[in-house]
C-alpha cells in the first residue's frame, strides 16, 4: 500500500493551505460574528480549480479527484468552517449528483458554471418535518403537461441565500413514500421560489443556512435530475460522497484545535512553567494528535476509494464520518479545557472551533444515522 500523496496532489493541498491562510484565516472570526459568509473567496476558489475537483476536464473540472479534494477540504477547514462547507456542498453534493446522474445536456448546461465559480450551488433535502426520515417529506411536485409544479419549504440548506442553482427533493408520489421522491433541478430566479429565513446558529456562522420556499413553482420537465421517484437513490448516493466532505471538515477543525492547544501549552505560564511540562497535558496532547492522525488515516482511505472508481463506499463514508465528527469533538473539548477560562472567549480561535465542530456530527447524517447505516451493512454481508 502507497500512503505517499503524489506530486500533484502535494501541490494542490500546498495551494490550499496557502489560500486558507491568506483568504480565509484574517477574516474568518469577523465573518463569524457578522453571519457573514465569504461569498468572493468561493467565487476564487471556483477560478483556481477548487470548486470541480471531482468533475472530469470535459465539463469544466480539474478531475484531480477526491484525495486532493479531501486534502484541500482539510486546509480550508483549518481556517474557516464556513467556507469550508460551501466548497464541500459543491463539490460534494451538486457537482458529484449532476455527473453521476444528470444527462448529457443537464452535465454541459450547468457543471461549467459550476466548477469555475460563475455559479454556486446548494442541496436542499431536509424539511422541518423529515430530517433523518426523507418519507415524510411534503414537499410536493406534481405533473401539469411537460412541466412540474412544486410546492412547500425545505429547511436548513447551506448556501441557500446565495446559491444559483439548487438540487431540491419532493414527492411525486406519496403513497409510495420514501420509493416516491424525486430531485429537480431549479435555478435562482425562477418564479414561484425564494429564500426564506435565514438561520441564526450555534456554529459555521459564516456559513449561510436557509429555508427555500416553493409556491406554484414550474419547472420544465428537463428540470428533472435522474428518474422520477428515484430521487431516494440519489439523494443515498450522493450522501455516500458529502460525508467524505465532512469528515474532512472535522479532521480540519481538529487539527487545528490541536495546532492552537500546541500554541497556547508553550506559551502559557503557570506554576513557573509552560503548561506544557505538565504530564497530564502531554498526554491530553498526545490523544488529541493520535485521533486526528487517525481520522486523517481513514479519511485519504475512503477518498481513495472513490477515486479507484468503487461501486459503493457506503459503509466506509459512514464509517470515517462518524469517527471524523465524533473525533473532532474530542479533540476541542481538550483544546479548549487546555486553554482554561481563556478557550470559553472569542479572543482565541478555540472558542469558534468548538462551536463549529458540532455540527459535522448532525448533518449530511447524524452519529446515530451513520451508526445504522454501519449496522445494516454489516448484518447484510
Known amino acids: 500500500m502507497d500512503f505517499e500523496l503524489s506530486e ?12 486558507a491562510e491568506k483568504e480565509l484565516a484574517p477574516l474568518a472570526a469577523e465573518a463569524d460574528e457578522k453571519q457573514e459568509t465569504n461569498v468572493g473567496a468561493l467565487k476564487a476558489l471556483g477560478e483556481l ?25 482539510v486546509e480550508f477547514s483549518k481556517a474557516d468552517a464556513g467556507v469550508s462547507v460551501g466548497v464541500s456542498v459543491q463539490n460534494s453534493l451538486v457537482n458529484d449528483a449532476i455527473m453521476m446522474f444528470g444527462t448529457e445536456e443537464q452535465k454541459r448546461a450547468w457543471l461549467p458554471k459550476l466548477t469555475t465559480g460563475e455559479w454556486l450551488g446548494c442541496f436542499s433535502l431536509t424539511e422541518a418535518g423529515a430530517g433523518s426520515d426523507p418519507a415524510h417529506i411534503r414537499a410536493s411536485a406534481v405533473h401539469d403537461g411537460n412541466d412540474f409544479i412544486l410546492n412547500g419549504t425545505k429547511n436548513f440548506t447551506t448556501n441557500g441565500g446565495f ?28 418564479p414561484g421560489f425564494e429564500v426564506g429565513k435565514h438561520e ?25 435530475l435522474g428518474q422520477e421517484n428515484k ?8 450522501l455516500d460522497c458529502g460525508r467524505i466532505g465532512i469528515a474532512a471538515q472535522a479532521v480540519g477543525i481538529a487539527e ?15 506554576f513557573g512553567k509552560p ?3 505538565f504530564e497530564a497535558l502531554q498526554f491530553m496532547l498526545a490523544d488529541m494528535a493520535v485521533d486526528v492522525e487517525v481520522a486523517k488515516t481513514m479519511l485519504y482511505r475512503v477518498a481513495w476509494m472513490k477515486d479507484s472508481g468503487a461501486k459503493r463506499f457506503t459503509k ?26 481563556y478557550g470559553f472567549v472569542k479572543d482565541y480561535k478555540i472558542e469558534r472551533l468548538y462551536r463549529d465542530q458540532r455540527i459535522t456530527e448532525i448533518y449530511e447524517g447524524t452519529s446515530e444515522i451513520q451508526r445504522l447505516v454501519i449496522a445494516r451493512a454489516l448484518l447484510s454481508e
Request: glycine share 10%; with cysteine; hydrophobic share 45%.
Open 231 to 238: 430521487g431516494l437513490s440519489i439523494a443515498l448516493a450522493t
Open 200 to 224: 441564526n446558529k450555534l456554529g459555521i456562522r459564516s456559513s449561510s443556512t436557509t429555508e427555500m420556499v416553493f409556491t406554484d413553482c414550474r419547472v420544465p420537465a428537463t428540470s428533472l
Open 8 to 19: 500533484e496532489h502535494r501541490m494542490i493541498i500546498d495551494g490550499a493551505k496557502k489560500f
Open 275 to 277: 503548561l506544557a511540562e
Open 256 to 270: 487545528a484545535a490541536l495546532e492552537e492547544a500546541v500554541r497556547y501549552a508553550k506559551e502559557r505560564i503557570q
Open 316 to 341: 466506509e463514508s459512514a464509517m470515517v464520518k462518524l469517527f471524523a465528527s465524533e473525533m473532532a469533538h474530542r479533540v476541542c473539548h481538550k483544546a479548549l479545557q487546555i486553554h482554561g477560562g
Open 163 to 190: 446559491a444559483d442553482l439548487m438540487i431540491a427533493f419532493f414527492s411525486t408520489d406519496r403513497e409510495k413514500g420514501a420509493r416516491g421522491i424525486s430531485a429537480f433541478l431549479v435555478a435562482k430566479g425562477t
Open 49 to 73: 480549480g477548487y470548486l470541480g475537483m471531482t468533475v472530469s476536464e470535459e465539463y469544466g473540472g480539474t478531475g484531480v479527484g477526491a484525495v486532493a479534494y479531501a486534502g484541500a477540504m
